[in-house]
């Protein structure tokens, strides 16, 4: 059971730094390119709510697991 515990945790680091790098490259993108930025900032936005509901999803799922463990 640690060793599940153990991949989670990690899971859900690599997701918020995936979710980091993915919003600081779509900001240098539209630094870069002028003409593309609306389609980065767009990118940049959906990587943040992606960031959002993974968190969410993980919370509850701590709750779930806190309240029947």
Same mark, same amino acid.
């Given at each position: ?16 730094? $995936? ?18 930025? $609306? ?26 697991? $806190?309240?029947?463990?």
């Amino acid at each position: 059971m640690d060793l599940l515990k153990e991949m989670a945790d990690a899971l859900i680091v690599i997701i918020r730094i $995936g979710v980091l790098m993915r919003v600081i490259f779509c900001f240098i993108k539209m630094a870069s390119n002028e003409e593309e930025a $609306g389609m980065h900032k767009k990118r940049a936005k959906h990587a943040v709510v992606f960031y959002i509901l993974a968190e969410s999803i993980w919370l509850i799922r701590d709750l779930v697991l $806190g309240y029947y463990a």
